[in-house]
């Protein structure tokens, strides 16, 4: 049975930080991007991060560039996002998601798998 379990979402002032973390189970990794997508309310879901599970290498949407970094722990199967400089505009549900590639072109929703059932990101004084 595949899985992805999501934790770390919340409420957090502007500027603070939080960190989701994605557990994965039920299927082959190696060949996945896995990362999140983010939906704000009234406008579309979209990429933030992923992370290649066979090479490490890492896609970060602009406007996070510099303040969230994904990893992973392949002994957990589990992937982290460290979001830092957290804005109002990074409010969101964020999904955990498994797709076939990682990278401005692949990390899209026509290429996810698998998804986990989503966290409350709000970020607000």
């Known amino acids: 049975q595949v899985q992805l379990v999501e934790s770390g979402g919340g409420l957090v002032q502007p500027g603070g930080s939080l960190r989701l973390s994605c557990a994965a189970s039920g299927f082959t990794f190696d060949y996945y991007g896995i990362g999140w997508f983010r939906q704000a309310p009234g406008k579309e879901r979209e990429g933030v991060s992923c992370?290649?599970?066979?090479?490490?290498?890492?896609y970060y949407e602009d406007s996070v560039k510099g303040r969230f970094t994904i990893s992973r722990d392949g002994a957990k199967n589990t992937v982290y996002l460290q979001m830092n400089s957290l804005k109002p505009e990074d409010t969101a549900v964020y999904y955990c998601a498994a797709a076939r590639g990682c990278g401005y072109y692949y990390y899209t929703e026509d290429n996810v798998d698998y998804w986990g059932q989503g966290t409350q990101v709000t970020v607000s004084s």
């Open positions: 992370i290649s599970y066979n090479d490490g290498s890492t």
